[in-house]
């Protein structure tokens, strides 16, 4: 099977901060990103998403940044927050197949 | 609405016993996913499944792992003669595909398996 490594990187932000996680996806073909939240002992929920005829799309707090040419994903976090605190997933698809996650990151927030 | 529903959401099994794990998906989505995550780490991709299409096993580790998907809505993983290693938490997601375009994925809360 697909496996996504075994230690998770760690981004440790204090309270406040702006987070910048990172994500280096493989097929430049793909079309379809998204970025997951998982909170220990839960299953990843969905955060915000964006197309590849897209560069930047901004949520609550939060703004996806995607660059084609180098194959780079970013999930950009305002003034982060305890509850913040979990591992992010980017994934990717291509043209309606399954969507491919990547290594996640632990984000850690300290006050 | 209801998301999706996994059962049950914890299972403890002796080596070499089968286990069927279950995935009720949200109603309408054709997509179904099966993911494998052990503690810490990321997610295993496992199988596929999307409409009536032929579903996509690359990812089942061994032919131990099968799974099904009835109607086009429930679907059941199968893990036979499982082995300690098969411990893990199994995460089923399901999605919307509609007109040529994916939409996210809404991921149930997993079976917790533990092989003793």
């Known amino acids: 099977g697909e496996s996504v490594g075994l230690h998770l990187p760690t981004l440790s932000v204090q309270e406040g901060d702006n987070s910048i996680i990172n994500c280096a996806y493989s097929?430049?073909?793909?079309?379809?990103f998204i970025w997951y939240k998982q909170e220990s002992g839960k299953g990843p929920q969905f955060i915000i998403d964006?197309?590849?005829?897209?560069d930047k799309r901004q949520g609550q707090r939060v703004t996806v940044l995607l660059n084609k040419t180098v194959k780079h994903l970013s999930l950009q976090i305002a003034a982060t927050q305890p509850g913040d605190s979990a591992v992010y997933f980017c994934?990717?698809?291509?043209?309606?197949?399954?969507?491919?996650f990547g290594t996640g990151t632990r984000l850690q927030v300290f006050p | 609405g209801a998301g999706v529903s996994q059962s049950p959401s914890n299972k403890v099994t002796e080596k070499g016993k089968d286990v069927e794990l279950r995935c009720d998906p949200i109603?309408?989505?054709?997509?179904l996913y099966w993911y494998r995550q052990s503690l810490g780490q990321g997610l295993e991709f496992l199988i596929y499944?999307?409409?009536?299409?032929?579903?996509?096993k690359s990812g089942l580790p061994s032919d131990r792992f099968s799974a099904e998907r009835t109607g086009g809505s429930v679907s059941t993983l199968t893990i036979q003669r499982t082995q300690q290693e098969d411990s893990a938490v199994y995460l089923c997601?399901?999605?919307?595909?509609?007109?040529?375009?994916?939409?996210?994925?809404?991921f149930g809360p997993g079976t917790r398996l533990t092989v003793l």
């Open positions: 997601a399901s999605s919307l595909v509609s007109g040529g375009a994916i939409y996210e994925q809404f």
């Open positions: 097929n430049s073909a793909s079309d379809y």
């Open positions: 964006i197309r590849s005829n897209m």
């Open positions: 994934a990717e698809s291509y043209n309606t197949d399954k969507l491919i």
């Open positions: 109603s309408g989505h054709t997509a």
């Open positions: 499944f999307q409409g009536n299409s032929a579903p996509d």
